[in-house]
Nanobody, 129 residues
Framework: QLQLVESGGGLVQPGGSLRLSCTASGVTSDYWAIAWFRQAPGKEREGVSCISSTGGSIVYIDSVKGRFTITKDNAKNSVDLQMNSLKPEDTADYYC??????????????????????WGQGTQVTVSS
């Protein structure tokens, strides 16, 4: 099973930027997918963005398109989420999640939490003036 370590997050004013990083260890396959989910207080967890190791799948939810950018470093088995023009509604706990093998070729398109077997500990993002 993959182990995930997240970094980044914090407090930022509206319009500001933050960068989240997720590094996976225990990777035994050339094919993996890493996604970012978030959960705000009192709300359901939602998938935010996802990328596959091949780069063939890059997905964003509509509310972050044009503001968030997901990138990968295959040599490091890491994925970053650059978040720009942050809004108060982006405030949430952010989690990276991963899967590997054949499943990684399609999971980004559905962005369902159940498809990801490994999860990070979460990092808090607060957007407030």
């Amino acid at each position: 099973q993959l182990q995930l370590v997240e970094s980044g997050g914090g407090l930022v004013q509206p319009g500001g930027s933050l960068r989240l990083s997720c590094t996976a260890s225990g990777v035994t396959s050339d094919y993996w997918a890493i996604a970012w989910f978030r959960q705000a207080p009192g709300k359901e967890r939602e998938g935010v963005s996802c990328i596959s190791s091949t780069g063939g799948s890059i997905v964003y939810i509509d509310s972050v398109k044009g503001r968030f950018t997901i990138t990968k470093d295959n040599a490091k088995n890491s994925v970053d989420l650059q978040m720009n023009s942050l809004k108060p509604e982006d405030t949430a706990d952010y989690y990276c999640a991963a899967t590997s093998g054949d499943r990684s070729l399609y999971v980004c398109y559905s962005l369902e939490a159940a498809d990801f077997g490994s999860w990070g500990q979460g990092t808090q993002v607060t957007v407030s003036s």
